[in-house]
């Protein structure tokens, strides 16, 4: 397993930018798939976004494509999630997860399929 640590959420007003980062560490982790997911209030955690660490392939969920961006930096073993144009509906607590080997496009969108998860980040919307 990794250890995953996630920064960078707080209050932002709609229409707004906010980058959060996931600091990887532990064992190798360039055969991974690295994930964010999001739970807001009374809501399951859901999938939003993913990238496959060793050659940069990126996955999204259809409500946030075009306004997230995941990438990874090798140097800082770090997984971003840079979130433009933000709506009161991205209000969530979000994870970063690791899952270790292939994975479907299906898979990669289940939690249950993720081994290691940071301890979350409140991102919060206001209208």
């Known amino acids: 397993q990794v250890q995953l640590l996630e920064s960078g959420g707080g209050l932002v007003q709609t229409g707004g930018s906010l980058r959060l980062s996931c600091a990887v560490s532990?064992?190798?982790?360039?055969?991974?798939?690295m994930a964010w997911f999001r739970q807001a209030p009374g809501k399951d955690r859901e999938f939003v976004a993913a990238?496959?660490?060793?050659?940069?392939?990126?996955y999204y969920t259809d409500s946030v494509k075009g306004r997230f961006t995941i990438s990874r930096d090798n140097a800082k073993s770090t997984v971003n999630l840079q979130m433009n144009s933000l709506k009161p509906e991205d209000t969530a607590v979000y994870y970063c997860?690791?899952?270790?080997?292939?994975?479907?496009?299906?898979?990669?969108?289940?939690?249950?399929?993720?081994?290691?998860w940071g301890q979350g980040t409140q991102v919060t919307v206001s209208s």
């Open positions: 997860a690791a899952h270790r080997g292939q994975i479907t496009t299906a898979a990669m969108r289940n939690l249950a399929e993720y081994d290691s």
């Open positions: 532990g064992r190798t982790f360039s055969t991974y798939y």
């Open positions: 990238i496959r660490w060793s050659v940069g392939i990126t």
